[in-house]
């Protein structure tokens, strides 16, 4: 896997492609721009760049103004202030009157790093998955994340896509098709279906690659679109399987991917969800890849759990 | 809509809508009483003297919006509504029934002339000052008014949004404060004083007036004010009583938060000339 780039980067560079195209797209920051990336947007189109200062409730609430007015609004944060600090906010004032607000939230996860938990939310994609009207998309990167804005800008209606601050590899190619609430198989193997999102889905491939190796064949599914979710694959993919699924994400196993995706088979019978990602505990400090080695997230790991089920 | 230049068509008018409200709070059997009664001047000087809209063209791009941040207060907007011709007056009997539009708090429905859900309070300020930063934007000249109340400034956001329209001078906004020093559990000076208001919104960069509001002529003078572009934001800061108009609810935080009873209905409307 040759080059890796942030899916924030990715998002910085699509909100500029997209600001040349679209005028109605205005950006809003809660002075994490450098680090959101929105700063690009900011030089590109000042006049229609706000940073709203660190006041991350404020900025939901102008933003749900500025869709009010017809535009097109992008909010960005941190993860954490984004859908903690504003939850309710964006509960009330963006969903509930389904605005066309665009919530796209960096340093999701245990992968902010050095920060730590404070600054590590594994609980995002619970919160916003729960509140109606809401979509939910962890993009799996760079590539992704760009179709995912292209997508999501003419989409309209309150939309969370959760951000890694992490350069992660590239998967996809250029031609690479998003559409919300459609999954897409990567692999196919019948031993089990892995289901992943967001930085977890490279780690999922690989993983596939090593139980190649040892003659085991597994489907990875890319599950971009936790809401609304394909559950039409999901659940071809897991009949394929023999009923055996596995989901990873870098959230906490309570709410996320994996309760998303053990909601909608539990309702079909007879199906065993192997839930990895965060165990109900805090991050930490630490270096990205070493949070994801101790709280059991690279590829090694996930072999062995995928053993364990097979 | 023409504006009512006679502040006396503009009294009777809020007359008949304390009525109108009244007894929609009634047939609901529950419901925020005190506050819409005490804002009910203000809304109808705001509807029909200020405010530039047609009840004929709600998505008509140049209206002046408005955004009531006490959303509780919602039976005053919609008697002014249904007044005004935005929807039929028999709709008000509906009031939080299950399937009406006119919810507890407001919920959107632009058609309706109710331009935002509300009811959590500490929101409305941001919300006008996103439509307001937007207008600017597009170099349209419509007006963002903001409802707001003294329980209410308790809430942080409502000073995060007062920073934001003061450091941007945005002078295409006005806000209202209904400032009858009572909230849900009592005194305001009891609970946790918001005063002095004029002080706090002008250390944040607006302008202020205060003013008695329920007293017509003051009003509409302070709302030809507040309209002047003066290169900052403009906060109307009206004293009403909670309750006005009814003299078994003036200033009592009981009827904060309750609807009148059959046998105080008899003794409002009796007081209201509503029989
Ligand atoms: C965020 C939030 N917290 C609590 C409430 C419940 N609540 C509704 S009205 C109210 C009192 C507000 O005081 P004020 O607006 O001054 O009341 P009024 O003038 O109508 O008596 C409270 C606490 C709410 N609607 N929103």
Redesign the interface.
């Known amino acids: 896997m040759s080059e890796k780039i942030a899916t924030r980067d990715a998002y910085g560079r699509a909100l500029v492609e997209l600001g040349k195209k679209r005028q109605d797209v ?1 950006v809003l920051d809660a002075d994490l721009s450098c680090s959101t990336k929105t700063i690009h947007f900011a030089k590109a189109y000042p ?2 760049f ?1 940073n ?2 660190v ?1 991350e ?15 097109t609004v992008f909010a960005s944060s941190f993860a954490m202030f984004a859908t903690g600090r504003a939850f ?2 964006v509960r ?2 963006i969903a ?2 389904k605005l066309n607000v665009k919530i796209c939230a960096s340093h999701a996860g245990l992968t902010v790093g050095e920060d730590g938990a404070s600054h590590q939310t594994v609980e995002d994609i619970a919160i916003m998955r729960a509140i109606p009207n809401m979509s939910v998309i962890v993009p799996a990167d760079g590539v992704e994340t760009a179709k995912v804005i292209e997508s999501i800008a003419d989409y309209p209606g309150p939309v969370y896509v959760r951000l890694s601050r992490a350069a992660s590899p590239i998967l996809f190619p250029q031609d690479h098709l998003f559409q919300l609430g459609r999954s897409q198989v990567l692999r196919e193997g019948k031993a089990l279906a892995i289901v992943a999102c967001g930085l977890m889905l490279s780690y999922a491939m690989e993983a596939a690659e090593l139980l190649k190796q040892q003659g085991i064949e597994v489907s990875v599914l890319n599950m971009a679109s936790i809401k609304p979710l394909d559950e039409k694959t999901l659940k071809e993919v897991a009949d394929y399987c023999g009923g055996k699924v596995m989901t990873v994400e870098e959230h906490s196993i309570m709410g996320g991917l994996g309760s998303a995706v053990a909601e909608v088979l539990a309702e079909y019978g007879a199906y065993q969800v192997h839930r990895v990602g965060v165990r109900d505990e805090f991050g930490q400090s630490g270096k990205a890849s070493d949070l994801l080695e101790h709280y059991q997230l690279t590829p090694h790991h996930l072999v062995k759990q995928a053993q364990s089920l097979i | 809509m023409q504006p009512i230049q006679d502040p006396e068509k503009l009294k009777e008018i809020a007359r008949l809508l304390r009525i109108d409200c009244l007894k929609m709070l009634h047939q609901a059997g529950c419901g925020h009483t005190g506050g819409p009664l005490g804002m009910m001047d203000l809304m109808v000087a705001l509807y029909f003297y200020a405010m530039r809209h047609d009840p004929k063209n709600p998505h008509w791009e140049d209206r002046d919006r408005f955004i009531l941040a006490n959303g509780h207060t919602c039976p005053a907007l919609y008697v002014v509504l249904a007044y005004a011709g935005y929807f039929p007056k028999e709709e008000l009997q509906h009031l939080r029934q299950l399937g009406s539009p006119l919810q507890g708090h407001p919920k959107r429905k632009v058609e309706w002339g109710i331009e935002m859900s509300t009811g959590s309070l500490g929101q409305g300020m941001s919300i006008g000052n996103g439509l307001a930063m937007a207008a600017r934007l597009d170099a349209r000249d419509f007006i963002t008014y903001s409802f707001h109340s003294d329980g209410e400034a308790q809430e942080g956001m409502l000073w995060e949004a007062a920073m934001t329209a003061g450091y941007r001078g945005l002078d295409n906004r006005i806000g209202i404060l209904d400032d009858n020093g009572i909230q849900i559990d009592g005194y305001n000076k009891d609970i946790k004083d918001v005063s002095p208001l004029k002080e706090k919104f002008e250390a944040f960069g607006w302008l202020t007036r205060s003013i008695d509001g329920n007293d017509m002529e003051a009003i509409m003078a302070a709302l030809d004010w507040a309209r002047l572009r003066e290169g900052k934001p403009k906060m109307i800061l009206a004293k009403t009583i909670l309750g006005k108009g009814v003299s078994i609810f003036e200033n009592l935080p009981k009827y904060h938060g309750v609807a009148p009873n059959d046998e105080e209905l008899a003794i409002a409307l009796k007081e209201l000339g509503g029989l």
């Open positions: 205005v006049e229609r706000f709203m200062g006041a409730q404020d900025m939901m609430g102008t933003a749900a103004g500025f869709a009010l007015a017809g535009k309710e906010i009330n004032s509930y009157p």
